[in-house]
């Protein structure tokens, strides 16, 4: 099947379903056992994720495991298993947990989510793990990172805020060849514009949150691990309680269906707002993987399908920290955290600890939505007045 064709069916199974198009929601602790025999039989396969040999609410209902069969299908052959958490950062963190110890070494990219940064910096090191930064310009390099004790890495692409990508498969090779387990948050990509099991990756993330939700209605993560990596994961997981409720992963579930369509719409947006961004005097410069111009974009057009909605603007020096009367100017823009939703958002991009310069005083970071982008471009041309007083 196609992706498109994914999107719709994968996971579903109507004829379970009482015949309706989709799952039902089930909200769930207690699960009734036939009889003694079939609670030992269930008890035996208490961790199979056999669907109907579910023993406990905590081990997902039918309607998890269709959207885990989904993203399973998304990510490709290599994909062997998937599990959602309450938040995007949930799903980053609990594999760190999952595969490090202490006197370990973990590899992180400089440019990852800043939550995920601090987890590395005070919890990991807590735990006695030796936590490392590499820039992502890395690529094959990385083995000069490795050491003997070196279990993990952790990649981002594009990084939060800088928009830098890394070279996946150059990294992902060179993990491979030193036992390093890999592992991406791949959010902004989404599933269909970036495979990364498929170049080498081990662990897949995703804050669902973003894209896959789609409609700023919940917070979710998920991981897709591979054949090597998941029996671990999936311990780790049941060990330390990782649930999500039905009624999320219902709608999780509801907004993977659309998220080709959504992706594309707001993607084209996207380019026709970029595409006027650069003609404005205001602008230095425009983050976006999928210009010709950016730094990144070799390695974009060599490993990526398509890009999405989320850019980052950095205007000219003399508008440094001269932003906010454009920036609460907005009508139809949003001013609000995360992305991947149908609504527009624009924030101020905020200074993280990474170690590659980047102009936060005078930048922003805008998601495109689903709103017809001549309207957004009119709402950014008469917020952009607030920039001219000065
Ligand atoms: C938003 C985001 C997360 C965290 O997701 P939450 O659901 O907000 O916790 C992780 N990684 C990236 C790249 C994100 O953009």
Redesign the pocket.
């Known amino acids: 099947m196609r992706e498109e064709t994914l999107l719709v069916h994968a996971g579903r199974h109507i004829s379970d379903d009482y015949d309706f198009v989709n799952p039902p929601v089930i909200r769930a602790s207690t699960v009734l056992h036939k009889s003694a025999e079939d609670m030992l039989n269930r008890a035996m396969h208490e961790r199979d994720m056999i669907e109907d040999k579910i023993p406990y609410g905590t081990y997902g209902s039918p309607t998890h495991h269709a959207f885990y069969k989904a993203l399973c299908a998304l990510e490709g052959p290599k994909a062997k298993g998937a599990w959602a958490f309450p ?6 963190t609990i594999p760190l947990l999952a595969f490090l110890k202490s006197g370990d070494h973990a590899l992180f990219i400089d440019t990852i ?1 800043g ?2 940064r601090e987890f590395a910096e005070e919890i990991l090191k807590r735990m006695g793990v030796e936590v490392e930064f590499f820039p992502p310009s890395v690529a094959e390099n990385i083995a000069s990172y490795f050491k003997p004790n070196t279990t993990l890495l952790m990649m ?1 692409t594009p990084g ?1 805020h800088s928009f830098e990508m890394p070279d996946v498969p150059a990294i992902a090779k060179a993990c491979r060849e030193h036992h390093v387990i890999s592992v991406i ?1 791949n ?2 990509a989404t599933p269909l514009y970036f495979k990364p099991l498929e170049v080498g990756v081990d662990v897949v ?6 894209y896959i939700g789609g409609h700023s209605d919940l ?3 998920v991981v897709i691990c591979n054949e090597e990596t998941w029996p671990r994961a999936y311990r780790t997981i049941v060990q330390t309680g990782q649930t999500t409720g039905c009624d999320d992963i219902y709608l999780a579930y509801r907004g993977l269906h659309s998220m080709g369509v959504r992706v594309k719409a707001s993607t084209e947006s996207a380019k026709k707002i970029v595409d006027w961004l650069l003609t404005r005097d205001e602008v230095e410069r425009v983050l976006w993987p999928a210009l010709p111009t950016d730094p990144s974009y070799p390695i974009w057009k060599r490993d990526f399908k398509g890009a999405t909605s ?1 850019f980052g603007v950095v205007f000219k020096e003399q508008y440094a920290n001269q932003l906010a009367p454009m920036i609460d100017a907005l009508k139809i823009f949003g001013r609000g ?4 939703g149908y609504e527009s958002l624009l924030i101020q991009s905020y200074g993280t600890r990474n170690q590659t310069p980047v102009p936060f005083e005078r930048m922003v970071r805008i998601a495109v939505g689903l709103e017809n982008p001549d309207d957004l471009i009119d709402d950014l041309r008469q917020a952009f007045e607030k920039l001219r007083i000065r």
Request: proline share 4%; charged share 10%; with cysteine.
């Open positions: 938040s995007g950062l949930a799903a980053c989510y939550p995920t981002e939060s948050d959010t902004w993330i995703h804050a669902a949150t973003k917070t979710m993560g989320l955290y995360s992305w991947g």
